[in-house]
């Protein structure tokens, strides 16, 4: 008797035992399991915020996420400026770089204007990257080619004065309102079988070219600061400082001098965004040689047009 007795509280004891040790070991699982979350929910909200700050300065996409007539750029010498173009389809874009002299006697090997610009010389993905017409700054390359292994960012356009205000960094967006694609893919691939004339880093530069595909603005007045966002921070911020100075001697906290400089820096991009300006115009591609005076235009639009299709479906 007494050892069934022990038998049986022996047995009822490695019971209490097993379900002991499977309960542990469910609690244990569990703990796992939301401490495994709880890090993959860090993870997940430090990429948000750190997507929502680089917000502020660009807007960083993918590749899939990208459309024909999209203005997008890249940055170029560790983030020191950025290379626009349009994006036209068929993984090619049509950007605008200092035009190339082909009569010029001052180029020292074949692939140096290349070199210099950031253009491929040869590409193995598509025959017809890097085509341009004689003496044309306007160039037709591919998406890899024009990223140069940097990263892609979409340029962003009817934003509000308040979302144009908080980008640090010019060059990111406009309160101006795009076209249609076909009409800006269109004003593109004319631009490549025409040109657009001198390449000017602050008045004629390749996002003045992307603004002029986008809106069909043209500013009225050359004589200052073009479309671009990027020109208007470089004169901005010098302007803004030396405005500014100024209060140094009536403001003894250097908090609130750099604050007054920093208002004054982001308004004088504002003032200058083709959005807000009243000395644009909007012009027609086919008369925007004969507006700027680099000649007559529009004489072989029609043959213009079959070639550039031909060039995005290649």
Same mark, same amino acid.
């Given at each position: ?29 569990? !703990? ?44 170029? @010498? ?39 610009? #950031? !253009? ?7 025959? #017809? ?60 691939? &004319? /631009? *490549? ?17 992307? /603004? &002029?595909?986008?809106?069909? /603005? ?17 004169? +901005? ?9 100024? !209060?140094? *001697? ?24 083709? +959005? ?12 925007? @040689?004969?507006? !700027?005076?680099?000649?007559?235009? +529009?004489?072989?639009?029609?043959? #213009?047009?079959?070639?550039? #299709? ?5």
């Amino acid at each position: 008797m007494d050892q069934t007795r022990l038998l049986f509280y022996s047995g009822k004891r490695d019971t209490q035992a097993s379900s002991s040790d499977a309960l542990v070991s469910f609690i244990i699982n569990n !703990l796992t399991c939301k401490v495994a979350s709880f890090q993959g929910r860090g993870e997940r909200e430090r990429e948000r915020e750190e997507d929502r700050e680089m917000g502020l300065l660009s807007n960083r996409v993918e590749r899939n996420e990208i459309k024909a007539g999209d203005h997008i750029y890249t940055y170029r @010498a560790v983030f020191a400026y950025s290379h626009h173009g349009i994006f036209v389809g068929g993984s090619k874009v049509v950007h605008f770089t200092p035009r190339h002299d082909a009569n010029s006697s001052t180029e020292t090997s074949p692939n140096s204007y290349e070199e210099k610009y #950031d !253009l491929p010389s040869s590409c193995p993905t598509f025959p #017809d990257c890097g085509f341009r017409q004689p003496n044309s700054g306007v160039v037709l390359t591919c998406l890899d080619c024009f990223l140069r292994n940097g990263s892609l960012y979409s340029f962003e356009y009817g934003v509000t004065p308040s979302v144009f205000l908080a980008k640090v960094r010019g060059g990111t967006c406009t309160t101006a309102m795009p076209d249609s694609p076909e009409t800006v893919i269109h004003r593109a691939m &004319y /631009l *490549l079988q025409n040109g657009f004339g001198n390449y000017d880093v602050f008045q004629n530069n390749c996002e003045d070219f992307a /603004l &002029y595909c986008k809106t069909g /603005l043209l500013i009225v007045e050359r004589s200052g600061v073009g479309r671009s966002g990027q020109a208007s921070s470089v004169v +901005g911020a010098p302007l803004a400082a030396l405005l500014s100075s100024p !209060l140094k *001697l009536l403001m003894p906290c250097p908090i609130g001098v750099a604050t007054v400089t920093a208002g004054m820096y982001c308004m004088s991009r504002y003032a200058t965004d083709i +959005g807000v300006r009243s000395d644009v115009i909007k012009v027609a591609v086919e008369e925007l @040689a004969v507006n !700027l005076g680099w000649g007559e235009g +529009g004489e072989e639009e029609e043959e #213009d047009n079959g070639v550039s #299709d031909e060039l995005i479906a290649r």
